[in-house]
């Protein structure tokens, strides 16, 4: 057996002229820039190990992610947190589990819920928008006691703007109720390698996503499914075949080992360097500028961030931001970002002028539920502009991504406040459940 997944590619690129197997490029790429890509992007061949039935090569590699987050067992995703989050509700469903959770969830968890029949019971924010509402811990502990069944609490942190939500307080409390704790990590594979380790695994999370394609060196697709036992991983790993294609990307499986090899060797390091630069930088321009969230590699502005985006994007030196709307930007930092790269936004954060940003509406709460998540996201649904559809009830999510952070979730009825929200981010129709005449 190859020492690892990177050296089996090389050799088999170096010895085998002739595939005769998929995938149908055989290695050949009719562009020069793909070449390298095509020819290690393979299949599940002799040597190759398979991911769903990992027993080889990636089985191994998949242990030194675990070891390297300090986690009892890790799956590989080549299909995102998304595949992740599908795996974990369907375990979740397994065990008769309710859930609960906060507003502040991807669609990829609504879409789970949708596909696994899964109700949810909400946490409304105490205060602010549907975005960065603020959850107190007794709002958990009351819909912890609200259900007479076994639970589980799923959480996104840190968020899109970069808060991050305490989860050794919240997972104590899960303990308290035997409830299990399911954390949305998509955004935080870096929070292991803080000077103090901060991923949620370590903070009492009995599972968690992370992409490792956010905020590490790993191409898209590429994330972790991380959790507390290694016994559970044979169910996980059933899980994700149920949903993943029956062929993940070598490729995406390269960058992640590549990406556990860069953690493991100086990952630590640059991601406290990139911590430290981000952070002299907010000290710098505290004057001019107001800084959001508590995540190193999330650098969000509260001002017109659609305004901002714009000034950025016209610089001599243009910079393409990941997220804006009228109250927030969001710049996502990565460890591999050079001290020149760090010069480069801080000559766009002096050359730029910041708007006054709009005050977001309230998250609308609660929300009425007239059809379940199911129900209402397989149903007929047509578009409706906004003006027409008050007290309609919302069909598959339709958000746009990013955010992707439902404003109305599928089933719910679309009242006044709700709209209103939505025309604040600017959307602008919205998918109903279609009526029988
Ligand atoms: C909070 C959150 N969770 C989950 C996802 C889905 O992650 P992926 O794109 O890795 O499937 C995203 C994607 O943006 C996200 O922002």
């Known amino acids: 057996m190859c020492k690892n997944l990177t050296a089996f590619l090389q050799q088999y690129a170096q010895k085998h002229q002739f595939r005769g197997h998929m995938p149908g490029h055989k290695g050949k790429s009719f562009s020069p820039e793909l070449e390298t890509a095509y020819t290690f992007d393979i299949t599940e061949i002799h040597g190759a190990d398979s991911l769903f039935e990992a027993n080889g090569i990636l089985q191994q590699a998949e242990r030194k992610t675990a070891e390297v987050y300090g986690v009892g067992g890790t799956c590989w995703s080549a299909g995102g947190s998304t595949l992740c989050i599908q795996a974990m509700l369907a375990r979740m469903k397994a065990e008769h589990r309710i859930i609960i959770a906060p507003r502040t969830v991807h669609r990829a968890f609504l879409n789970s819920c949708i596909l696994l029949d899964l109700p949810v019971k909400w946490i409304y924010p105490e205060s602010g928008g549907f975005l960065d509402g603020k959850y107190t811990l007794t709002a958990f502990e009351q819909a912890l006691q609200e259900v007479n069944f076994p639970a589980c609490v799923y959480l996104t942190s840190p968020d899109y703007s970069g808060n991050v939500q305490n989860i050794q307080e919240i ?229 746009p991504c990013p955010p992707a952070v439902p404003i109305a979730v599928s089933g719910e009825k679309l009242s006044p406040e709700c709209l209103a929200v939505m025309e604040f981010y600017g959307v602008q129709t919205v998918a109903v459940v279609k009526e029988s005449i």
């Open 171 to 399: 997972s104590a409390l899960c303990r308290k109720y035997q409830a299990k704790l399911l954390v949305d990590n998509a955004h935080g594979a870096h929070r292991a390698f803080l000077p103090e380790n901060q991923h949620p695994i370590i903070l009492g999370a009995d599972y968690c996503c992370d992409s490792a394609h956010k905020t590490l060196p790993a191409l898209t697709g590429g994330a972790f499914l991380h959790m507390r036992n290694s016994s559970e991983k044979i169910f996980f790993k059933q899980n994700m075949q149920l949903f993943g294609s029956t062929s993940p990307s070598y490729l995406i499986m390269q960058s992640l080992e590549e990406c556990t090899e860069w953690l493991m060797h100086s990952g630590k390091k640059a991601i406290s360097e990139c911590a430290q630069r981000a952070e002299r930088l907010k000290q710098k321009f505290s004057g001019k500028y107001i800084f959001l969230g508590n995540d190193p590699m999330h650098f969000t502005i509260q001002a017109n961030g659609e305004n901002l985006a714009e000034q950025m994007r016209n610089l001599a030196v243009p910079i393409e931001c990941e997220y804006a709307d009228k109250s927030r930007f969001v710049i996502l930092l990565s460890p591999v970002m050079t001290e020149k790269d760090f010069s480069q936004l801080e000559k766009a954060l002096f050359a730029c002028e910041p708007l006054p940003a709009e005050t977001p509406p309230e998250c609308p709460s609660p929300m009425e539920q007239s059809l379940s998540l199911r129900e209402a996201g397989l149903a007929e649904f047509e578009i409706l502009p906004l003006s027409e559809a008050e007290n309609r009830i919302c069909a598959a999510v339709q958000v």
